[in-house]
């Protein structure tokens, strides 16, 4: 068994520059917001909207 408990702390150097949040904007209305990293081009409003949409 190990005392070892230590977990690893969030290390943003090896990522991407495109991963980390920054403003960008908005893939689908242009509006600039605040991206949470990678794979978040879309500003809450359009989100919210889309995920509106697909509610059955
Ligand atoms: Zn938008």
């Known amino acids: ?3 070892n408990t230590k977990k690893p702390e969030a290390d943003y150097s ?3 520059e495109e ?3 920054a403003k960008r904007n908005c893939l689908n ?3 600039k917001f605040k991206s ?3 794979g ?3 500003c809450p ?3 919210s909207r889309s995920s509106a ?3 059955a």
């Open 1 to 3: 068994m190990s005392n």
């Open 14 to 16: 090896f990522k991407h």
């Open 19 to 21: 991963d980390r949040p």
């Open 29 to 31: 209305c242009g509006t």
């Open 36 to 38: 949470e990293g990678w």
């Open 40 to 42: 978040n081009r879309l």
């Open 45 to 47: 409003t359009c989100r």
């Open 53 to 55: 949409s697909m509610a």
